[in-house]
Antibody
C-alpha cells in the first residue's frame, strides 16, 4: 500500500516561497497522479493541483500564477512550490495520490499523507 | 468554478441512527462525485467515488447515491467511529472543488 509523507518548513515569511516535499513509499512515483490539497478554517479544503507521472500538470486557476508541482523520480518524491505567500496561505497542506483511470475518468484521491501545517508570518 | 454545498452543516445523532447527508453541485456533474470522512487532526479518508462506488475496505453501512446536481451519503447504522466531518468533492471539472463539510456529532 502506498504511503505518503509531507515535509518542509512550518513557518514561511510573507512574500517568500513555500516549499514542501511529499515522499512516496510502497510504490513508484512513475505511475498515478500526485496532488496537493490544503485546508484552512477560512477556506476549507482547497485543491491546489496535480502532476501526472508523465509530467503533465493541472493547477487550480486561483493559484496557477504562483504554483509549481514537480516530480523527482530518482528520490520517489514530488514537490510543491508556492511563491509570494501571504497570510491567507497559512494552512495544513496534504499530498495525495489519484489512481490512473480509464474513461469515463473518475478522479478521486485515495491515499493521503498526514498533512503538515504551514504558517505564513513575519 | 463548480460550487458544492452540503446540508446540514452539522447534525447530532446517536449510535444506531440512520444518517443522511446531502451534497448539491451548482451545475450538473453527472456522477463525478466523491465522499470523504475526516476526523480531527487527521487527513481526509476516501469513502465513496463515482457517487456510489464504495472504496475498498470501507464498511458497507456507508452508501452513496445521486446524479446530476443532487447527491446523498447515507450511513445506515451509525457507529461510534463514524462521528466525524464528511466532505463531498466533484471531479467533473478539471478544477476539483470540495463542499464545506457536514459534522456528525454525538446527540
Amino acid at each position: 500500500q502506498v504511503q505518503l509523507q509531507e515535509s518542509g518548513p512550518g513557518l514561511v515569511r510573507p512574500s517568500e516561497t513555500l516549499s514542501l516535499t511529499c515522499s512516496v513509499s510502497g510504490g513508484s512515483i512513475s505511475s498515478s497522479y500526485w496532488s496537493w490539497i490544503r485546508q484552512s478554517p477560512g477556506r476549507g479544503l482547497e485543491w491546489i493541483g496535480y502532476i501526472y507521472y508523465s509530467g503533465t500538470t493541472n493547477y487550480n486557476p486561483s493559484l496557477k500564477s504562483r504554483v509549481t508541482i514537480s516530480l523527482d523520480t530518482s528520490k520517489n518524491q514530488f514537490s510543491l512550490k508556492l511563491r509570494s505567500v501571504i497570510a491567507a496561505d497559512t494552512a495544513v497542506y496534504y499530498c495525495a495520490t489519484l489512481p490512473v483511470v480509464t474513461p469515463p475518468y473518475y478522479f478521486y484521491m485515495d491515499v493521503w499523507g498526514k498533512g503538515t501545517t504551514v504558517t505564513v508570518s513575519s | 468554478d463548480i460550487q458544492m454545498t452540503q446540508s446540514p452543516s452539522s447534525l447530532s445523532a446517536s449510535v444506531g441512527d440512520r444518517v443522511t447527508i446531502t451534497c448539491r453541485a451548482s451545475q450538473s456533474i453527472n456522477n463525478y462525485l466523491n465522499w470523504y470522512q475526516q476526523k480531527p487532526g487527521k487527513a481526509p479518508k476516501l469513502l465513496i467515488y463515482a457517487a456510489s462506488t464504495l472504496q475498498s475496505g470501507v464498511p458497507s453501512r456507508f452508501s452513496g447515491s445521486g446524479s446530476g446536481t443532487d447527491f446523498t451519503l447515507t450511513i445506515s447504522s451509525l457507529q461510534p467511529e463514524d462521528f466525524a466531518t464528511y466532505y463531498c468533492q466533484q471531479s467533473y471539472s478539471t478544477l476539483f472543488t470540495f463542499g464545506p463539510g457536514t459534522t456528525v456529532d454525538v446527540k
